[in-house]
């Protein structure tokens, strides 16, 4: 398969401009800053079918048609670098080993959106990408690439780079762009979507670095060779992390569609140690967990995933051998997100924190046969009720995790003892 975002992955100093350059770097922007309009740039990534890869998977040249180009207030295009679902960890590489291509990626959403000034949102503690890209925008704006007349094609476009300060909630577009304008990062109830009303009131689009990074490829190769990988309706290849109990964790580029047990089999080595896939949970820490039968059915892509009652989400694959205990797995993402709401609506701030102290109770073997019913009253009751998804983040996993490993949490709930003997195989 052709590599559209890691062809550099292994190149010496593959960060540096002048070795980005001698691959050809930066030759689509200045194509498409001299040549090509917004209509034109817009049509052509529609094209190719690419998809946001955020988490939700939505069409990303769609998107940008909603942005009103020609409104004279200015439109703004923010890079979401924040990446803090659990298990993902693919944007980190981007900035990190080619921060440049993330560039190049930038002038030419710009160029469709008629935008002139972009923003890299870093997540907070990502210290070393951080600096990594921030020296790479000033090699670029030395070399003349960003700033007034970028490439000498007579486009304007000025960078910036922002730190995030390591809240989860600000990976949400809108808190996202809150915490740009230097408020909470708290997201704001839509409509109005940020198409029109985004940073400071103008029309805006917040893609996430992935999806940024495909684009010179996309110019370069056109759409009929990026709708020769991956499915009718996901085309494309995907970054995609796998960490847990696979003897070769690490970041993939894989074509969508690759079978989830191939991923795991043959990309990752399978399953360390010689032992049983118990669970897995192919897109983020958010998205609903699969059985290991489940697992033998669903491909990489956005459709398999949804039909077997997941999803592809930021690809961030965890996996789990036969000696994890779900109760307690649960009660780490229960931390994690309850930790991280941003309190605004009662059902998340209420019903995240409870239901985490439900799930340290049972694990502690403190709970009560009741408890398991509640946590399930507790996710319905979160579910779709509040002003963004982070709520239902949670809620997912606890309905999945309740269905599928239900007797492991009636037990312990019953009896203060674990099912399984955790890192102990049967
Ligand atoms: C709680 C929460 C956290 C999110 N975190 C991220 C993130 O870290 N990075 C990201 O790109 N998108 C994240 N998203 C999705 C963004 O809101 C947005 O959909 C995405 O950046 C759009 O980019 P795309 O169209 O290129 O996928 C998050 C969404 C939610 C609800
Ligand atoms: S769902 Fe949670 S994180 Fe999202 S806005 Fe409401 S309180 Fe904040």
Same mark, same amino acid.
């Given at each position: 398969m052709e590599k559209v975002l890691t062809s550099l992955w292994g190149v010496e100093n593959s960060h540096k401009l002048d070795v980005y350059k001698s691959h050809g770097g930066y030759e689509m922007a200045k194509q498409v800053l001299s040549d090509w309009d917004s209509p034109k740039l817009i049509e052509h990534v529609k094209a190719t079918g690419l998809r946001g890869r955020g988490g939700a998977g939505f069409p990303t040249g769609l998107k940008w048609s909603f942005v009103p180009i020609d409104s004279e207030k200015p439109k703004y295009l923010c890079v979401n670098a924040d990446e803090s679902e659990p298990g993902t960890a693919k944007d980190r590489y981007v900035l990190e080993r080619t921060p440049h291509l993330l560039i190049e990626g930038v002038l030419i959403a710009a160029k469709a959106l008629k935008c002139h000034h972009a923003f890299i949102y870093c997540r907070g503690e990502f210290y070393d990408q951080l600096a990594i890209v921030r020296?790479? *925008?000033e090699e670029a704006k030395a070399a003349g690439i960003v700033g007034k007349n970028a490439l000498g094609t007579?486009?304007?476009?000025q960078v910036t780079v922002h730190s995030g300060f390591g809240a989860y909630i600000c990976g949400e577009e809108t808190g996202l762009i809150e915490s740009l304008e230097g408020k909470k990062g708290?997201?704001?109830? @839509?409509?109005?979507f940020p198409a029109v009303h985004g940073l400071y009131g103008?029309?805006?689009? *917040?893609?996430n670095v992935e999806t940024i990074a495909a684009l010179p490829w996309l110019i370069k190769n056109g759409p009929e060779a990026y709708k020769k990988m991956g499915t009718e309706k996901s085309p494309g290849s995907k970054l995609m992390s796998i960490s847990g109990h696979v003897e070769r964790p690490g970041t993939y580029e894989i074509?969508?569609?690759?079978? #989830?047990?191939?991923?795991?089999?043959?990309?990752?080595?399978?399953?360390? @140690?010689?032992?049983? #896939?118990?669970?897995?949970?192919?897109?983020?820490?958010?998205?609903?967990? #699969?059985?290991?039968?489940?697992?033998? @059915? *669903?491909? #990489?892509?956005y459709e398999s995933c949804a039909a077997n009652g997941t999803m592809l989400g930021s690809g961030g694959?965890?996996?789990?051998?036969?000696? *994890?205990?779900?109760?307690h797995m649960l009660r780490v993402l229960g931390h994690f997100y309850s930790h991280e709401s941003c309190g605004q609506c009662t059902p998340c701030r209420r019903g995240t924190s409870w239901a985490h102290r439900t799930l340290c109770r049972i694990d502690d073997g403190e709970g009560k046969p009741e408890d398991v019913e509640t946590l399930l009253h507790i996710a319905n009751n979160m579910t779709g009720r509040t002003i963004c998804?982070?709520?239902?983040?949670?809620?997912?996993?606890?309905?999945?995790?309740?269905?599928?490993?239900r007797e492991e949490f009636d037990y312990k709930a019953r009896t203060g003892k674990s099912l399984v003997q955790p890192g102990k195989a049967a």
């Open positions: 020296a790479a *925008v007579g486009y304007d476009i708290q997201p704001r109830i @839509k409509p109005p103008c029309p805006t689009v *917040v893609n074509e969508l569609g690759m079978p #989830l047990k191939d991923f795991i089999n043959e990309t990752a080595g399978g399953i360390w @140690k010689g032992r049983k #896939l118990k669970a897995c949970i192919p897109g983020g820490s958010s998205v609903p967990v #699969l059985t290991a039968e489940e697992v033998e @059915k *669903v491909n #990489l892509d694959c965890i996996v789990m051998d036969e000696t *994890v205990d779900m109760v998804p982070l709520a239902d983040a949670l809620a997912m996993p606890i309905k999945s995790f309740l269905t599928k490993f």
